[in-house]
């Protein structure tokens, strides 16, 4: 598993915005949006939303690790 850091340049209500992940949060935000059936670009908008002064680098890996935990502990939880 490579964990090199990507930046990537995203478009969140009408702004450009950079977001530097290691390459195993890309993976996982493209896995979790592919399972809401939304893009990448909608899901971190969603998560833009709700981070407050939190920066967006952090919100998102928080946000994934919240999720895949919620996965961990719901047995009834689909496999994403």
């Given amino acids: 598993m490579s964990t090199g850091v990507i930046k990537r340049s995203i478009s969140i209500a009408g702004h450009r915005t950079s977001i530097t992940l290691e390459e195993p949060f ?20 969603r998560i833009d ?12 890996r928080l946000f994934i690790l919240d999720h895949f935990r919620g996965r961990a502990t719901d047995p009834a939880s689909e496999a994403v």
Avoid: F, K, T
Avoid at 26 to 45: C, K, Y
């Fill in 26 to 45: 890309w993976d996982a935000l493209r896995e979790i949006a592919g399972a809401e059936g939304r893009s990448v670009q909608s899901l971190v908008g």
């Fill in 49 to 60: 939303a709700g981070r407050g002064e939190q920066n967006l680098s952090s919100a998102i």
